[in-house]
Protein backbone atom coordinates (compact mmCIF):
# COMPACT_ATOMS: atom_id res chain seq x y z
CA UNK A 1 0.00 0.00 0.00
CA UNK A 2 2.75 2.37 1.22
CA UNK A 3 5.81 1.24 -0.94
CA UNK A 4 3.89 1.50 -4.05
CA UNK A 5 3.13 5.28 -3.81
CA UNK A 6 4.14 7.36 -6.18
CA UNK A 7 3.59 11.08 -5.48
CA UNK A 8 2.11 13.40 -8.76
CA UNK A 9 0.57 16.75 -8.82
CA UNK A 10 -3.17 16.89 -7.89
CA UNK A 11 -6.15 19.34 -7.61
CA UNK A 12 -9.45 19.11 -6.16
CA UNK A 13 -12.54 19.21 -8.19
CA UNK A 14 -12.77 22.78 -7.89
CA UNK A 15 -9.70 24.88 -6.96
CA UNK A 16 -10.10 27.63 -4.04
CA UNK A 17 -8.59 30.87 -5.34
CA UNK A 18 -4.75 31.03 -3.84
CA UNK A 19 -4.10 27.52 -4.08
CA UNK A 20 -0.76 26.38 -4.48
CA UNK A 21 0.91 24.12 -6.31
CA UNK A 22 -0.28 20.34 -4.46
CA UNK A 23 1.50 17.10 -4.56
CA UNK A 24 -0.23 14.01 -3.47
CA UNK A 25 1.33 10.29 -2.92
CA UNK A 26 -1.74 8.47 -2.00
CA UNK A 27 -5.27 8.42 -2.53
CA UNK A 28 -7.59 8.43 0.80
CA UNK A 29 -9.64 5.48 0.61
CA UNK A 30 -9.29 2.07 2.06
CA UNK A 31 -6.26 1.09 3.75
CA UNK A 32 -4.74 4.58 3.16
CA UNK A 33 -7.62 5.90 4.96
CA UNK A 34 -7.87 3.50 8.02
CA UNK A 35 -3.75 3.86 8.92
CA UNK A 36 -4.17 7.70 8.54
CA UNK A 37 -7.10 7.89 10.90
CA UNK A 38 -5.61 5.37 13.41
CA UNK A 39 -2.68 7.44 13.07
CA UNK A 40 -4.94 10.60 13.72
CA UNK A 41 -7.30 9.80 15.84
CA UNK A 42 -6.71 6.50 17.82
CA UNK A 43 -2.35 7.08 18.73
CA UNK A 44 -1.36 4.70 16.43
CA UNK A 45 2.15 6.31 16.58
CA UNK A 46 4.30 3.93 15.19
CA UNK A 47 2.76 4.54 11.76
CA UNK A 48 4.14 7.90 11.65
CA UNK A 49 7.58 6.65 10.37
CA UNK A 50 6.51 5.00 6.98
CA UNK A 51 3.55 7.52 6.53
CA UNK A 52 6.16 10.20 6.83
CA UNK A 53 8.49 8.76 4.16
CA UNK A 54 5.59 8.51 1.62
CA UNK A 55 4.93 12.09 2.92
CA UNK A 56 8.75 12.70 1.94
CA UNK A 57 8.01 11.61 -1.69
CA UNK A 58 5.79 14.68 -2.32
CA UNK A 59 7.30 16.95 -0.43
CA UNK A 60 10.14 16.27 -2.30
CA UNK A 61 8.66 17.01 -5.89
CA UNK A 62 6.48 20.03 -4.11
CA UNK A 63 9.92 21.53 -3.40
CA UNK A 64 11.62 21.00 -6.53
CA UNK A 65 8.80 22.86 -8.27
CA UNK A 66 8.70 25.43 -10.53
CA UNK A 67 7.37 28.50 -8.68
CA UNK A 68 4.86 31.56 -9.71
CA UNK A 69 3.80 29.77 -12.49
CA UNK A 70 0.34 28.93 -13.79
CA UNK A 71 -1.21 25.37 -13.14
CA UNK A 72 -0.90 22.48 -15.17
CA UNK A 73 -4.11 20.78 -16.83
CA UNK A 74 -5.91 18.19 -15.07
CA UNK A 75 -4.27 14.25 -14.73
CA UNK A 76 -0.62 15.18 -15.44
CA UNK A 77 1.56 14.25 -13.40
CA UNK A 78 5.18 15.20 -12.84
CA UNK A 79 8.07 12.77 -12.38
CA UNK A 80 9.87 12.99 -9.04
CA UNK A 81 13.44 14.43 -9.35
CA UNK A 82 16.49 13.43 -7.14
CA UNK A 83 17.35 13.87 -4.06
CA UNK A 84 19.95 17.05 -3.69
CA UNK A 85 21.80 19.13 -1.74
CA UNK A 86 24.41 18.26 0.73
CA UNK A 87 24.69 17.67 4.28
CA UNK A 88 26.25 20.75 6.39
CA UNK A 89 26.17 21.35 10.06
CA UNK A 90 23.39 20.99 12.29
CA UNK A 91 20.62 23.54 12.23
CA UNK A 92 19.23 24.67 14.74
CA UNK A 93 16.01 21.90 14.35
CA UNK A 94 18.66 18.99 14.58
CA UNK A 95 18.77 18.51 10.55
CA UNK A 96 21.77 19.14 8.57
CA UNK A 97 21.63 23.21 7.36
CA UNK A 98 21.97 24.09 3.68
CA UNK A 99 25.84 23.56 2.15
CA UNK A 100 23.91 26.00 -0.73
CA UNK A 101 21.35 28.13 0.27
CA UNK A 102 18.98 28.70 2.75
CA UNK A 103 17.06 24.99 4.07
CA UNK A 104 13.60 24.02 2.39
CA UNK A 105 11.32 25.69 5.11
CA UNK A 106 7.86 22.43 5.84
CA UNK A 107 4.98 24.21 7.08
CA UNK A 108 2.42 22.15 8.77
CA UNK A 109 -1.20 23.61 8.25
CA UNK A 110 -2.09 23.31 12.13
CA UNK A 111 -5.08 22.26 13.89
CA UNK A 112 -7.28 23.47 16.56
CA UNK A 113 -5.68 23.15 19.82
CA UNK A 114 -8.75 21.44 21.74
CA UNK A 115 -8.18 18.98 18.88
CA UNK A 116 -4.70 18.94 19.73
CA UNK A 117 -5.32 18.12 23.41
CA UNK A 118 -8.08 15.66 22.79
CA UNK A 119 -5.68 13.45 20.97
CA UNK A 120 -2.77 13.93 22.63
CA UNK A 121 -0.54 14.99 19.55
CA UNK A 122 -0.34 16.78 16.31
CA UNK A 123 -0.78 14.31 13.37
CA UNK A 124 0.62 16.80 10.66
CA UNK A 125 3.51 18.46 12.60
CA UNK A 126 4.44 14.49 13.50
CA UNK A 127 3.98 13.29 9.90
CA UNK A 128 6.34 16.73 8.80
CA UNK A 129 8.95 15.82 10.93
CA UNK A 130 9.37 12.19 10.14
CA UNK A 131 9.32 13.42 6.37
CA UNK A 132 12.17 15.95 7.39
CA UNK A 133 14.02 12.79 8.86
CA UNK A 134 13.44 11.06 5.42
CA UNK A 135 14.69 14.23 3.48
CA UNK A 136 17.83 14.50 5.41
CA UNK A 137 19.33 11.14 5.17
CA UNK A 138 18.95 11.74 1.49
CA UNK A 139 20.94 14.86 1.64
CA UNK A 140 18.56 17.33 1.20
CA UNK A 141 18.49 20.62 3.87
CA UNK A 142 15.04 20.72 4.89
CA UNK A 143 13.80 21.51 8.49
CA UNK A 144 9.98 22.00 10.12
CA UNK A 145 8.89 25.27 11.21
CA UNK A 146 5.29 24.67 12.59
CA UNK A 147 4.64 28.96 12.32
CA UNK A 148 1.25 29.06 11.79
CA UNK A 149 -1.54 29.43 14.15
CA UNK A 150 -5.51 29.32 14.39
CA UNK A 151 -6.03 33.03 15.33
CA UNK A 152 -10.18 32.13 15.58
CA UNK A 153 -12.34 29.28 16.28
CA UNK A 154 -13.81 27.11 13.25
CA UNK A 155 -16.11 24.83 12.87
CA UNK A 156 -15.99 20.88 12.70
CA UNK A 157 -14.93 20.87 8.96
CA UNK A 158 -16.57 17.45 8.33
CA UNK A 159 -20.26 17.75 5.69
CA UNK A 160 -19.38 21.11 4.90
CA UNK A 161 -18.93 21.92 0.90
CA UNK A 162 -16.03 23.76 -0.35
CA UNK A 163 -17.79 26.37 -0.27
CA UNK A 164 -18.82 26.82 3.04
CA UNK A 165 -14.88 25.47 3.72
CA UNK A 166 -13.88 28.41 2.66
CA UNK A 167 -15.99 30.81 4.92
CA UNK A 168 -15.24 28.43 7.65
CA UNK A 169 -11.79 29.00 7.27
CA UNK A 170 -11.37 32.44 5.52
CA UNK A 171 -9.01 34.65 7.88
CA UNK A 172 -8.97 32.03 10.60
CA UNK A 173 -4.86 31.55 10.08
CA UNK A 174 -1.96 34.10 11.29
CA UNK A 175 1.83 33.51 11.34
CA UNK A 176 3.28 33.25 14.80
CA UNK A 177 5.23 36.59 15.18
CA UNK A 178 8.68 35.33 14.78
CA UNK A 179 7.55 33.79 11.80
CA UNK A 180 8.52 35.48 8.90
CA UNK A 181 12.19 35.98 10.25
CA UNK A 182 12.32 32.14 10.65
CA UNK A 183 11.09 31.50 7.23
CA UNK A 184 13.77 34.07 5.84
CA UNK A 185 14.27 33.77 2.07
CA UNK A 186 14.33 30.25 1.77
CA UNK A 187 11.91 28.02 0.06
CA UNK A 188 8.61 27.35 1.82
CA UNK A 189 6.34 24.02 0.97
CA UNK A 190 3.31 23.78 3.47
CA UNK A 191 2.59 20.27 4.45
CA UNK A 192 -1.03 18.33 5.17
CA UNK A 193 -2.51 15.01 5.59
CA UNK A 194 -5.03 14.69 3.55
CA UNK A 195 -6.65 17.54 0.77
CA UNK A 196 -10.11 17.64 0.33
CA UNK A 197 -11.56 20.86 -1.48
CA UNK A 198 -7.96 22.66 -0.74
CA UNK A 199 -8.89 25.07 1.83
CA UNK A 200 -7.08 24.61 4.11
CA UNK A 201 -4.20 25.03 2.01
CA UNK A 202 -5.41 27.77 0.15
CA UNK A 203 -5.93 29.66 3.71
CA UNK A 204 -2.32 28.57 5.04
CA UNK A 205 -0.84 30.21 1.78
CA UNK A 206 -2.85 33.36 2.11
CA UNK A 207 -1.46 33.37 5.61
CA UNK A 208 2.07 33.06 4.77
CA UNK A 209 1.50 36.06 2.37
CA UNK A 210 1.70 33.22 -0.70
CA UNK A 211 3.36 29.87 -1.41
CA UNK A 212 4.22 28.01 -4.49
CA UNK A 213 3.94 24.33 -3.23
CA UNK A 214 2.53 21.88 -1.34
CA UNK A 215 2.46 18.34 -0.03
CA UNK A 216 -0.16 16.14 1.24
CA UNK A 217 -0.13 12.31 2.12
CA UNK A 218 -3.88 11.60 1.13
CA UNK A 219 -6.19 13.26 -1.46
CA UNK A 220 -9.84 12.10 -1.31
CA UNK A 221 -11.25 10.35 -4.13
CA UNK A 222 -13.93 13.12 -4.30
CA UNK A 223 -11.80 16.02 -3.74
Known sequence: MLKGAVPRRVWPSRVPSGLPRVY????YTGG?????????????LGLAAPLGTVLARA?????????A???????????APAACGRRGPPSRDGGPSSGR????????????????????????????????????????????LPVLRQRRRVVDQAGLTAAQRTANLAGALEP???????LGAGRVVLVDDVMTTGA???????????VDSAAVLAVRADA
Open 200 to 210: SLAEAARALGG
Open 101 to 144: GSPVALVPVPSARRAVAGRGHDPVRRLAREAARTLRREGMAVRV
Open 176 to 182: APAGARL
Open 32 to 44: VRAALLAHKERGA
Open 69 to 79: TPAAPVGLAEP
Open 24 to 27: GALT
Open 59 to 67: VRLAAHAPQ
